[in-house]
């Protein structure tokens, strides 16, 4: 656990947007299991949302169904004031303005770094190839991975390959960014520099979802903490309050057995 | 012996026949193959379906039984007055398709998922992400079989023979219908093969070599 301390939001905006994703009575099944149950949540614009709880509570697949990689069985979810469309165009311009970073990366292995961040704005936006490259680059420069542009990505190491992928998500100028477990698959020593393009991103004033296991950047990025245990959100808070003064007795449990080892 | 060389141009009309055959079915099996195998991991059920349906009637028809249709029912339908040529590369395509379908659909599953999530949530829609990220991903693990599907259908252009096409293993039967003796033609047939089948394993393993470079 990278235990960052660094002032909330160093003069960045505070989160008093309009809504810009609402989850409204969300459940989904996998099978048997109840992955997600009468999930609630509303997450303004500029603001920084950090879901974390044990493993099997369904953050991630909460944080999936937001851009419909999952499906929901009942419940709705809008995006900008528009409900998630079914499968086909119009849910694919719709995935444009939502950025997603996956835990394992995902980059484009056939393709350079800096084919990997024009893609998206050559067949989506359709810029044309100058406008795109330019971006490209200056998205990888502000990542630090401007370097290895003609590289492909499995010759970069864990952690610039995340920052190429955050890059790659920017491409799209998103109105919203997901990122799940982008931590989680990394080197210790490479936790940092992805943790500080998020960190920087959410003084920007980026809207952010973020589900992790980072307790440091929970406490120091995120306007607010939602703890889910068993596909439910059990509570959320301001992260400082979250920290020091759980409410719930599941969160007491999950705190001290994660803070305290 | 003589009839190696008295017939030698009824033998290069032979293999020119079966050569052109072979490529015109090549490519109609490519084509449609690779549409298919799209059809079939499509997430509209319908294509799926009609995907499923394409390769399970087409894989599991004696391809005889293939030629039979398409030069004694197909013509009464539609192609009216096709030639023998058309008739047999139709027959040859559609079956052969059906292979590269299954090829080409195992090697789709084996690019990993993450990259089909990570194409559709930068937005682009499932034919690009297939078409951008997936096949050629796919590409490589797909030519040792096709290589494979594409000589049997080197081979099975000989049937098309027995329906008056005008290739190698027409000649053949011709000749030794005339009483020459049957295993020196063969040897010419065998060669003719042979060229063909050879020159598609290289191909293919200039293509591999090449791929494993780019990556």
Redesign the interface.
């Known amino acids: 656990m990278s235990e960052v301390s660094v002032t909330k939001n160093d003069g960045g905006p505070a989160p008093t947007g309009d809504p810009l994703v609402v989850l409204d009575n969300v459940n989904k099944h996998f099978g048997a299991l109840h992955v997600l149950q009468d999930i609630d949540l509303t997450i303004h614009r500029g603001e920084v949302v950090v879901v974390i709880g044990p493993s099997g509570s369904g953050k991630s697949t909460l944080c999936r169904t937001i ?1 419909r ?1 999952e499906t929901v069985d009942t419940g709705s979810i809008t995006i900008d004031g528009r409900p998630l469309p079914q ?1 086909g ?1 119009e849910l ?9 970073v ?1 835990q ?1 990366f ?5 393709k350079t770094v800096l084919e990997n961040v024009m ?2 704005q050559l ?2 936006r359709r810029k044309d190839r100058n406008t795109a490259a330019e971006k490209a680059r200056e998205l990888l420069d502000r990542v630090g991975v401007g370097t290895q542009a003609d590289k ?1 990505p ?1 010759q970069l190491s864990g952690g610039q390959q995340q920052r190429v ?1 955050i890059a ?2 920017l ?2 100028d998103p109105k919203v960014m997901l990122f799940d477990e982008p931590t989680s698959a990394l080197d210790p020593e490479m936790i940092n520099e992805v943790l500080d393009v998020m960190q920087q991103l959410a003084r920007d004033g980026m809207t952010m979802v973020v589900v992790t296991h980072e307790m440091g950047f929970a406490r120091s990025a995120a306007n607010r903490v939602v703890f889910m245990a068993d596909g439910r959100i059990i509570e959320q808070a301001e992260p400082n309050q979250f920290f020091t003064n759980p409410r719930s007795d599941r969160a007491k449990d999950f705190l001290s057995k994660i803070l305290h080892h | 012996m003589n009839v190696l060389l008295d017939y030698l141009p009824e033998f290069r009309a032979g293999f020119l026949g079966t050569l052109a055959i072979t490529a015109a079915s090549a490519v109609i099996a490519l084509v449609l193959g690779v549409l298919i195998a799209g059809f079939r991991v499509s997430p509209i059920p319908p294509l799926r379906a009609f995907g499923t349906a394409w390769v399970t009637l087409l894989r599991n028809t004696p391809l005889t039984l293939l030629f039979l249709i398409a030069f004694f029912v197909v013509p009464k339908i539609l192609f009216q007055g096709a030639s023998p040529f058309v008739l047999g590369m139709l027959a040859l395509g559609l079956y052969t398709s059906s292979f590269v379908c299954e090829a080409i659909r195992s090697g789709i599953s084996t690019v990993p998922v993450g990259q089909a999530e990570a194409a559709r949530s930068i937005g682009l829609s499932f034919t690009q992400t297939l078409r951008l990220i997936v096949l050629p991903q796919a590409t490589r693990t797909v030519l040792p079989p096709l290589s494979s599907i594409f000589i049997a259908l080197t081979k099975n252009s000989a049937v098309a023979g027995a329906f008056s096409v005008t290739e190698l293993f027409g000649y053949a039967k011709l000749l030794s219908d005339k009483g020459y003796a049957i295993a020196v033609i063969f040897l010419w047939v065998a060669l003719a093969y042979l060229l063909i089948t050879f020159a598609i394993s290289g191909v293919f393993r200039l293509l591999e070599r090449r791929m494993g470079v780019a990556r």
């Open positions: 851009n990689l499968e165009r694919a311009r719709l995935r444009a303005d939502v950025g997603m996956f394992s995902n980059l484009f292995a056939h893609l998206g067949k989506v492909y499995a992928a790659r998500a491409a799209m």
